[in-house]
């Protein structure tokens, strides 16, 4: 690792890149003291550590730099299937390494033998994606293709699109269970949970199930982020054996926060905008003191706000 990163800090390029690919290779070094039981200082890379490999990771790091992405989103890895022959003689696919950096990412094999992802290309995707699921709402304006040289069954290529996303579009998760065997009192305390943690959004509809039963549909929002989190409390706090998950994308308005000084004292508001769209609403608890003080429906203190 020393001389790798003593070979990459000497390069001419910006200090940014540098301290990527140092990073990159940083991750790699983990992984492999991780599977051969080795400390970082000890380990060897091999086809890694190649002068076109290390090409690969700064050039690769030097394009991001240069494209100025505010975000980089990719699909799920398909890793390949099979074995490969290396330096440390026939592995299976994915590699240990690669396995290892693939973590917590989604990945998948299909019936195409070979090795489709490499712990070089694992731990660029490990360090500079963010998320991982479908192609998000964006207006593409260039795309790049990157073929291998080996033959499959299906295109052997790396596709990127660059582009513009929507005014706020962004992925969400939902999570959904079947209840019948839960109290009202106990679904309810399982949502104050799922708030508490911070879930977006949580409610219920009444569904019918098997044998005739009258059931309950438990369904979570949250981010992808949270997603493995709010499963656990679901599993943890509700009766149910399995988590169904749904990751989708959604339009969303900019929101904004504000103050109105009323004559019945100061009040906040809600002001959304977007897709040729704007809408502003007074508080719930602003609305609601003084309809109160007033004593006037909640309808009547809302026209009351709005014509001030």
Excluded: W
């Excluded at 290396?86 to 994915?94: A, E, F, I, N, Y």
């Excluded at 438990?218 to 679901?234: F, G, K, N, R, Y």
């Amino acid at each position: 690792m020393a001389d790798i990163a003593s070979l990459i800090g000497n390069l001419d390029l910006p200090e940014k890149v540098r301290d990527n690919a140092k990073a990159v290779y940083g991750l790699i070094a983990a992984a492999e003291s991780e599977v051969h039981g080795r400390p970082v200082t000890e380990i060897h890379f091999h086809e890694v550590g190649t002068m076109d490999a290390v090409a690969d990771v700064v050039g690769v790091c030097l394009i991001l730099d240069m494209l100025h992405a505010d975000q980089i989103v990719a699909s799920p890895v398909h890793t390949g299937s099979g074995f490969v022959r290396c330096m440390h003689g026939v592995l299976p696919v994915p590699a240990p390494a690669t396995a290892l950096l693939l973590k917590n990412i989604p990945s998948y094999a299909t019936d195409i033998r070979g090795e489709l992802c490499t712990p070089t290309g694992a731990a660029l995707l490990h360090h500079f994606v963010k998320s991982f699921g479908p192609m998000p709402i964006m207006a593409t304006e260039k795309i790049g293709y990157g073929l291998g040289k080996k033959d499959f069954p299906r295109a052997n290529m790396l596709r990127a699109f660059l582009g513009e996303t929507g005014e706020s579009g962004d992925v969400i998760t939902k999570l959904e269970c079947n209840l019948d065997d839960m109290t009202g009192e106990e679904i309810g305390f399982a949502e104050d949970m799922l708030f508490q943690a911070g879930a977006r959004d949580v409610f219920t509809q009444s569904i019918g199930m098997k044998k005739n039963r009258p059931g309950v549909l438990l369904s979570v929002i949250c981010s992808p982020e949270q997603a493995d989190e709010m499963a656990a409390l679901m599993l943890r706090y509700t009766t149910t054996l399995g988590i169904r998950r749904a990751d989708m994308t959604r339009y969303v308005l900019a929101r904004e926060s504000g103050t109105l000084e009323t004559p019945y004292g100061a009040v906040q508001t809600k002001r959304s905008y977007g897709y040729g769209t704007e809408k502003c609403k007074i508080e719930y608890d602003d609305a609601a003191r003084i309809a109160k003080e007033k004593q006037i429906s909640l309808r009547e203190a809302r026209e009351l706000l709005e014509r001030t």
